[in-house]
Every structure is written in structure tokens, then in C-alpha cells.
């Protein structure tokens, strides 16, 4: 059997720098170059669109070397080591397949696929191939969740009963608008929703036992507001909400026997509260600059490949020399594993099933 680490070939012997290259020119890669920018080992030499003149553009603004109007003519390139993913949700699957099958480590944009069939398929192409996939979940590299987890692991609230958390957006789209379009796997559910369930699975590291949901449907028949109820064997629950046509506060809060985190826009968290029964609050900050969004998740890729996952760093100020990485390691992520993406993929295809909302094409 073969192992799931970094092969050596001419193409990454001795590396310092990883070779990016972008598929998919849209709005969240621009986001992308934003957080790479500052990487003093990734560097994007590459991108791609299916209209070539936006390809071109993109390139021209992040001054990227190449750029193609085809995404096959890109992966053929053999200076290019990892590809990140930025189409729409409708087209992630293929276009892992593609990566996968041209010799390319993969950062995908969540969600990772439609639903955890496809995803199975990915992670299993990638293991066969020696090749690194995982899901762009930025949420869950930021320092301050890391933080979170740290003061979650230590019990200082004690026994968690129930978290809560909701991110919603007010704002009228299209039918033509990727949110309201189920030929593109739109609806809040896998854009938005998957939020509030990351933080819960963050929170809880294990499958509900019990989920009810509800949802609001668009005239296109996809989910414009949409809410979740997981419950746990420990009898704790998350209530969590989402949606895209409904004003309210984008936060967590999980709350404890012995005391209380509030952490407001959680999903791009820079602070959190912990309020323990009869004292103050005491507030954690984790600043970073808007530009950065992404960054601690690239950062996190790039060391994987580099260094191997025990090397692997997600603050600049810490990073692994190439020499004191294990070259036997393997390649997993231990913020963002293949069990961790399916579990919150097999939570979401429950909530559709409950729905009874199918994407077109959608594989079973």
C-alpha cells in the first residue's frame, strides 16, 4: 500500500518554495492572492479561468507569470506543485478529479465537494496518487479558534451544554446569482451554513447523534434561510442558523456549567470572550490584518508539503526549516483531515436529505 506523503520527484527534491497555480479567476481568488502574498515560501506562477481574458486580467492585477483560458493546459505545466480551487461549489469535484489526475496537491474552496460521495472519491484518488487534498476552511486556521481550542481543552467552562451560533447576510441576488442558482450548487446551506456547523464540529470533534433542520426555500428552490439542530450523546446541542435574505449577528456562543465564550464574527474570529460564573469577562485578541484571511490556511498547505504535517506551521513567525523536516511523515492535516471534512459533509447531505433538495447533476 502505498503511503500518503510527498513523492520525491525531480520536480520536488530539495524545495523551498512551493509553485501555486489558480483555478478559477472569481472574487474568492482574489482573496487567495491577498493572503499569499506575504508567504515567504508559496508563489503563484500560474492561473486559469474558462474565459481567457479574465485569466489574462487576473494575471495582469497579482502580476502571475502565466495564465491560460483552459485548465488542462495549466495542470500540464510541470513547475507547478499545488493548485487551489476557486470555482463554483457545482464544479469543485471535477476539478479536484482534474488536479488529482495531473499530479497536483490540491487546496480546495469549501465545500470540498456536493456532498460526501464525491468527496470519498477525491480523498481516495489522492492517497493513490501520493498527493495532498484538504478542504479551504479558513475558519479553522485562524489563531484565535486555536486559542479557543485551548481554553475549550482545558474544561475552563466546564461541561459544554449548547452553542449557538449563526451567520446571516441581508441581501437581495439574481436567480442568475450563484446563491440562488442550483446549477451551481447554490442556497445558504453550503456557503454560509457550513460555518456555523464547522464551529460546532470544532466545538464538539464528533458526529451528532440526532440533527433537525428547517429551511426557507427561493423561488429557484434552493435554501435562502436555513437552521440546524445537532444534538450530542453528551445531551449537549447546537443551535445554528444561516442565511442570505435575514439581518441578525454573525457569532458563537458556547455556553458551559461553569461559565460562558462569546465569539463574535466567529467565522473570521480575531477575539473571544470567557465570562467563568462570578467573575468578569476576560477578553482574548488575536489581530490580523483583513488581508490576511487566508493566509494562515495556505501557510498551513504550503508546510505540509514542505515539511510534513508535524513541521507544519500556520504562524510566519515559526516556520520549520526544510532540514529539520521528516521526509517519512505523512501528508495529513492535523487542522483539517479527511474524517473532519466528511463528518461535516455527512452532516450537510442529512440536513438536504431532510430537505429534500438535490442539486443537478449531483453524483449520489
Not at 52 to 74: K, T, V
Not at 209 to 236: H, M, P, Q
Request: proline share 4%; aromatic share 10%; charged share 20%.
Amino acid at each position: 500500500m502505498q503511503s500518503n506523503k510527498l513523492e520525491e520527484t525531480p520536480s520536488n527534491i530539495g524545495l523551498s518554495t512551493i509553485n501555486w497555480a489558480v483555478l478559477g479567476c472569481g472574487q474568492i481568488a482574489k482573496t487567495f492572492m491577498a493572503g499569499v502574498k506575504s508567504l515567504v515560501h508559496a508563489d503563484v506562477i500560474a492561473c486559469a479561468a474558462s474565459d481567457e481574458a479574465r485569466a489574462a486580467a487576473f494575471a495582469e492585477s497579482f502580476n502571475i507569470p502565466q495564465h491560460f483560458g483552459d485548465y488542462l493546459s495549466m495542470l500540464q505545466q510541470r513547475s507547478i506543485h499545488a493548485v487551489y480551487i476557486a470555482t463554483t461549489h457545482n464544479f469543485h469535484f471535477d476539478h479536484i478529479m482534474l488536479c488529482l489526475q495531473n499530479g497536483k496537491h490540491v487546496l480546495c474552496e469549501k465545500p470540498l465537494t456536493l456532498n460526501a460521495h464525491q468527496a470519498k472519491k477525491a480523498f481516495a484518488l489522492a492517497k493513490q496518487n501520493n498527493l495532498l487534498l484538504m478542504e479551504g476552511v479558513w475558519t479553522r486556521f485562524l489563531p484565535a479558534i486555536s486559542a479557543l481550542q485551548a481554553v475549550l481543552d482545558k474544561g475552563s467552562i466546564g461541561n459544554i451544554q449548547c452553542v449557538q451560533a449563526n451567520f446571516s447576510l441581508n441581501m437581495q441576488f439574481p436567480d442568475a446569482h450563484r446563491l440562488n442558482n442550483p446549477e451551481l450548487a447554490g442556497g445558504a446551506l453550503l456557503d454560509l451554513g457550513i460555518y456555523p456547523i464547522t464551529i460546532a464540529d470544532i466545538i464538539f470533534k464528533k458526529s451528532p447523534v440526532k440533527i433537525t433542520s428547517s429551511w426557507i426555500r427561493t423561488s429557484t428552490g434552493v435554501d435562502k434561510n436555513s437552521f440546524y439542530t445537532l444534538e450530542y450523546d453528551t445531551g449537549a446541542v447546537a443551535q445554528l442558523s444561516a442565511g442570505f435574505r435575514m439581518s441578525g449577528p454573525t457569532y458563537a456562543n458556547i455556553m458551559g456549567d461553569k461559565g460562558d465564550i462569546y465569539v463574535p464574527f466567529f467565522l473570521g474570529a480575531k477575539s473571544f470572550s470567557v465570562t467563568l460564573n462570578g467573575e468578569p469577562p476576560q477578553l482574548h485578541r488575536y489581530d490580523f490584518e483583513e488581508s490576511d484571511n487566508f493566509k494562515f490556511e495556505i501557510e498551513h498547505f504550503t508546510q505540509l508539503l514542505l515539511c510534513g504535517s508535524e513541521s507544519s506551521q500556520i504562524n510566519s513567525q515559526s516556520r520549520a526549516a526544510k532540514s529539520d523536516c521528516n521526509a517519512e511523515q505523512l501528508l495529513v492535516s492535523d487542522l483539517m483531515p479527511e474524517n473532519t471534512t466528511l463528518r461535516v459533509m455527512g452532516i450537510m447531505d442529512t440536513i438536504r436529505e431532510q430537505w429534500g433538495l438535490r442539486y443537478p447533476h449531483e453524483d449520489a
